[in-house]
């Protein structure tokens, strides 16, 4: 018995030439030769040649496949991942398989992981997009969900119902459960303090703690100066952290604007969560592109000078305008840009110097569209049509540089709201001068004065609330 070192596909093909010939051979009546067993299926053997000094070294046959199967058709993902896989097993280093395959270490370690997604697994997701090609990537994220069957199927029926990609599909099932267990965890301190949790929307009546009076000194009402009070109460719009509000704000002097109720959310609070959940991973998956994308060097066609341009040109959006002097103190743009020599401008070529000042761009529009409020953006039912305008430029952007669009980044761009479609409307030509109350323009502009408190995240009133959808939002009136 001998391991096949190359060739393999010409195997293969014998196999497959030899399955047709035995078809073929019942069609027309012929028994099998005498002595073989017609139900059972005949070993086949064939000659092929092999280097002697490999024959009973099966690494290095495996270690030469991948390597001469480059030279010709080359392997494809998968089976380049199976071989790393178990080259690792056997113990072959990384550093041998970054000389046989010419990957990165980075890459290698992905592949290796990669390797060890059952068949099962890979036909599933086959099953599910039979016209897409997973990578590597697809391929490690799976293998997180491949021994639990209900976080497979679950990922299963997002790539079926919402077009997801295999790698951010797995993503989320991981993030969701994640999140599930730290909100039982959560959930359990509040019981076990005594503070009321309301599942769903604030009860008529009570408001946010941010709206109710500040103090001499100008500071807002934090949960923990307001514990002693009656009305103090909690509820969850993220998973991950708990607003908090108050159900008799008249006991602290405050009575809501005649004609202005607040803002209630219109979608169920599971779908809130959901698609939280689902812009906070976008919002990880995009920023990892634009890690990449600024690495580049090279500007085909001077698009990405052309973009900078049109942001300077033509309405430049509001987090550009406030926040792009400053962005080079904040840790997205340190870990998006990160820090250069002192004389590499002097010797840098001109799309090198478009790549670096867009870097400012990317930090500023990824930084606002991360921070904590901003996942208000997706939903219709908060009145942000400016906001909103902003973002989806801006993913048109990235898309147009390479970005793949996550679903919700989808209705982001085309103006719909993401899981309701009963409730899909176009927001993006809304005349904004009809918002009467101060509060709106505030919420409307999530880079503007904000910004300029939340620049270190030490604000207290942002800090005291670590809600990341609705404060903003909240004090706005209908859309």
């Not at 392997?75 to 178990?86: C, M, V, Y």
């Not at 604030?202 to 000194?217: F, I, K, N, T």
């Not at 996942?375 to 906001?387: E, F, G, I, Q």
Request: glycine share 6%; with cysteine; charged share 30%.
């Amino acid at each position: 018995m001998f391991r096949l070192h190359d060739g393999h596909r010409r195997w293969f093909g014998l196999q497959r030439i030899e399955e047709l010939n035995a078809s073929e051979a019942q069609e027309a009546g012929q028994q099998p030769p005498q002595g073989e067993p017609e139900e059972e299926e005949r070993e086949l053997a064939y000659a092929c040649r092999i280097k002697p000094e490999l024959t009973h070294d099966a690494v290095g046959q495996l270690l030469g496949q991948v390597r001469t199967g480059r030279h010709a058709k080359a392997l494809n993902d998968r089976e380049t991942a199976a071989a790393l896989f178990e080259l690792a097993e056997q113990g072959v280093t990384r550093e041998m398989l970054k000389q046989a395959t010419g990957w990165s270490a980075q890459k290698v370690a992905q592949g290796i992981q990669a390797g060890a997604l059952s068949e099962a697994s890979q036909a599933a997701i086959a099953e599910v997009r039979p016209n897409y090609t997973p990578d590597l990537r697809d391929y490690e994220a799976w293998c997180q969900l491949q021994h639990d069957p209900d976080m497979e199927a679950e990922a299963l029926a997002h790539m079926k119902n919402s077009g997801m990609y295999p790698e951010h599909a797995a993503k989320l099932v991981v993030r969701q459960h994640q999140e599930k267990a730290t909100f039982e965890r959560l959930l359990a301190e509040h019981q076990a303090a005594g503070i009321t949790v309301t599942d769903g929307q604030l009860p008529d009546g009570a408001v946010e703690l941010y709206s109710l009076p500040r103090d001499d000194d100008g500071n807002a009402m934090t949960a923990d100066k307001h514990a002693q009070c009656p009305g103090h109460a909690a509820y969850f719009p993220s998973l991950t952290s708990a607003s908090y509000y108050c159900a008799t704000p008249s006991l602290h002097g405050y009575q809501p604007p005649a004609g202005q109720p607040q803002a209630k959310a219109q979608l169920p609070m599971k779908k809130i969560r959901q698609g939280n959940t689902e812009y906070r991973l976008a919002v990880e998956e995009r920023q990892k592109f634009w890690k990449g994308a600024l690495r580049s060097r090279t500007d085909p066609d001077q698009r990405v000078l052309r973009i900078v341009v049109e942001l300077l040109e033509y309405e430049m959006p509001e987090p550009l305008r406030s926040k792009f002097g400053q962005i080079h103190t904040t840790d997205t743009y340190k870990d998006l840009v990160g820090p250069v020599a002192d004389n590499w401008i002097a010797n840098a070529r001109t799309a090198q110097l478009t790549w670096r000042l867009f870097g400012r761009y990317v930090a500023t529009m990824e930084w606002w569209m991360g921070q904590r409020y901003s996942d208000s953006l997706w939903r219709l039912d908060r009145s942000m049509a400016s906001s909103r305008r902003d973002a989806a430029r801006w993913l048109r952007i990235a898309e147009q540089l390479g970005h793949t669009l996550a679903p919700i980044e989808k209705a982001i761009v085309a103006g719909v709201q993401y899981l309701d479609d009963t409730a899909a409307t176009n927001d993006l030509n809304i005349d904004e001068s009809a918002a009467a109350d101060p509060a709106e323009d505030q919420a409307e502009n999530l880079g503007g004065d904000l910004e300029e408190e939340a620049d270190e995240d030490s604000d207290e009133e942002l800090d005291e609330d670590p809600d990341d959808s609705d404060e903003l939002s909240d004090v706005t009136t209908a859309a």
